[in-house]
């Protein structure tokens, strides 16, 4: 099992920057492959970026983002903390959405293929981003 927490959403101008964290706990393992989902009122939830979290793999740190939101967001890991974060820069009014912070085994190069939220198992509570334009 593994356990997600995510922190650090909030609302801020069209233009400015926010960045969510996500703890995990338990078996890591289990969530080698961590990802950004955001879901926003009455669309599907869809998926943001992935990244590899085993240290001692080749595809550590490997990345994916949706077209969305590549060369404005970043997402990055911090093995010590178990933490995942995804930077959000340059934000937009369309990227007003619940942010959820999910997990799963899938290996290295599953994980950056592009997934989608039928691949994880592990999810957390959700952080409220909120875009004023």
């Known amino acids: 099992q593994v356990r997600l927490v995510e922190s650090g959403g909030g609302s801020v101008e069209t233009g400015g920057s926010l960045n969510v964290s996500c703890v995990s706990s338990?078996?890591?393992?289990?969530?080698?492959?961590m990802g950004w989902f955001r879901q926003a009122p009455g669309k599907e939830r869809q998926l943001i970026a992935t990244?590899?979290?085993?240290?001692?793999?080749?595809?550590?740190?490997?990345?994916y983002y949706d077209d969305s939101v590549k060369g404005r967001f970043t997402i990055s890991h911090d093995s010590a903390k178990n933490s995942v974060y995804l930077q959000m820069n340059s934000l937009k009014f369309e990227d007003t959405s619940m942010y959820y912070c999910?997990?799963?085994?899938?290996?290295?190069?599953?994980?950056?293929?592009?997934?989608?939220?039928?691949?994880?198992?592990?999810w957390g509570q959700g952080t409220q981003v909120t875009v004023s334009s």
């Open positions: 990244i590899y979290t085993i240290r001692s793999s080749d595809y550590y740190g490997k990345v």
């Open positions: 338990g078996y890591t393992d289990s969530g080698r492959c």
């Open positions: 999910a997990a799963d085994s899938w290996m290295s190069s599953e994980c950056i293929g592009g997934l989608g939220d039928a691949d994880f198992a592990f």
